[in-house]
């Protein structure tokens, strides 16, 4: 039974415009989520984070929102670039459950030119 | 970039043959994990570590094994192959295992098929 969701597997979206990648968890005892970005034959490195006491974050051109009400977090890249084509996966967890990470199954972002 | 490294990065064996699959770290963190990524699934834990010798399962460990005898070496064994274990492993370490900025880094993965 999957804890974190990511609905669409895929998302085309136009250079320079915005790219929204949505995630929805089950688990209410969640209360931290990342974001990891994942190129071809390249492991998953992280993007941006967000702890359940904020709504939103920002670092750069990522923005990432959460709505703890409706268990909902999305990914905000403005302007999308070539470069963020990828598979963004979205993860979870409980602050005190290290060993926990709990991963939906990806979204292909594809920024065309 | 963490220093990770996995090896082999592609293996492909037959059915019922053991395979060891190794993951080296040179950032001295404490945990240590296996993960697998299938499509549909995403990224599911296999086992962790968090310390020399102190591993436990995670939620696809059936027909798995790990060991860690050394901080910067974690193995990850399947004592005897099945096609469903076709997969990309992943290692991750993490510094403390918990705490607001804890996050997870990634080695390049492992490309296994069984054939």
């Known amino acids: 039974d999957q804890q974190v969701k990511q609905n669409s597997p895929s998302l085309s979206v136009q250079e320079g415009r915005i790219s929204i990648l949505n995630c929805d968890y089950t688990?209410?005892?969640?209360?931290?989520f990342l974001w990891y970005k994942k190129y071809p034959a390249e492991g998953p490195t992280f993007l941006i984070s967000?702890?359940?006491?904020?709504d939103k974050n920002e670092d750069g051109r990522f923005t990432v929102f959460l709505n703890k009400s409706a268990k909902h977090l999305s990914l905000h890249i403005v302007p999308s670039q070539p470069g963020d084509s990828a598979v963004y996966f979205c993860?979870?967890?409980?602050?005190?459950?290290?060993?926990?990470?709990?991963f939906g199954s990806g979204t292909k972002l594809n920024v065309k030119p | 970039d963490a220093g990770i490294t996995q090896s082999p990065r592609h293996k492909v064996t037959e059915t019922g043959t053991p395979v060891t699959l190794r993951c080296h770290q040179t950032?001295?963190?404490?945990?240590m994990y296996w993960y697998r990524q299938d499509p549909g699934h995403g990224l599911r834990l296999i086992h962790y570590?968090?310390?020399?010798?102190?591993?436990d399962k995670g939620e696809v460990s059936d027909g798995y094994s790990v060991s860690r005898s050394k901080t910067e070496d974690f193995l990850l064994t399947l004592e005897s192959a099945t096609s469903s274990q076709t997969s990309v492993y992943f290692c991750?370490?993490?510094?403390?295992?918990?705490?607001?900025?804890?996050?997870?880094?990634f080695g390049s993965g492992t490309q296994l098929s069984v054939l």
């Open positions: 950032e001295n963190h404490r945990y």
């Open positions: 570590s968090y310390g020399v010798k102190d591993t």
């Open positions: 991750a370490i993490s510094e403390r295992g918990s705490g607001t900025n804890e996050k997870l880094f």
């Open positions: 967000i702890s359940s006491i904020k």
């Open positions: 688990n209410s005892m969640f209360d931290y």
């Open positions: 993860a979870a967890r409980k602050l005190d459950n290290f060993n926990k990470f709990y």
